[in-house]
């Protein structure tokens, strides 16, 4: 059975920084991949990172590029979203999640089978 355990969330200023933890556990996929994803109240929910599990691939949405950063740790089966420089409008709900198959695309929410519970992300003015 695979879990995913998300956390790491909380209340930071603008600027600053926090660091998202997922971790996996039971994934026995061949060529899988760690999405995070984020939803803001009265908005969809958006894919804004992503790694592969076979090469170490990453994706990262226009929105967070060049301020966030995914990188996995393979021993811990803990795969990182280091977010930097935050600003107000990041607030909102991160999730990480599995895709069973990564077929090297952005992540999509319909792609992905097995999620974390979420954690709040909150960044004052």
């Known amino acids: 059975e695979v879990q995913v355990v998300d956390s790491g969330g909380g209340l930071v200023q603008h600027g600053g920084s926090l660091r998202l933890s997922c971790v996996v556990s039971?994934?026995?996929?061949?060529?899988?991949?760690i999405g995070w994803f984020r939803q803001a109240p009265g908005k969809e929910r958006e894919g804004i990172s992503c790694?592969?599990?076979?090469?170490?691939?990453?994706y990262y949405a226009d929105s967070v590029k060049g301020r966030f950063t995914i990188a996995s740790d393979n021993a811990k089966n803990t795969v990182y979203l280091q977010m930097n420089k935050l600003k107000p409008e990041d607030t909102a709900v991160y999730y990480c999640?599995?895709?069973?198959?990564?077929?090297?695309?952005?992540?999509?929410?319909?792609?992905?089978?097995?999620w974390g519970q979420g954690t709040q992300v909150t960044v004052s003015s």
């Open positions: 039971g994934v026995t996929f061949e060529n899988y991949a």
């Open positions: 999640a599995v895709q069973e198959w990564y077929d090297g695309t952005e992540p999509r929410e319909f792609e992905y089978d097995y």
């Open positions: 790694i592969s599990s076979r090469d170490g691939n990453t």
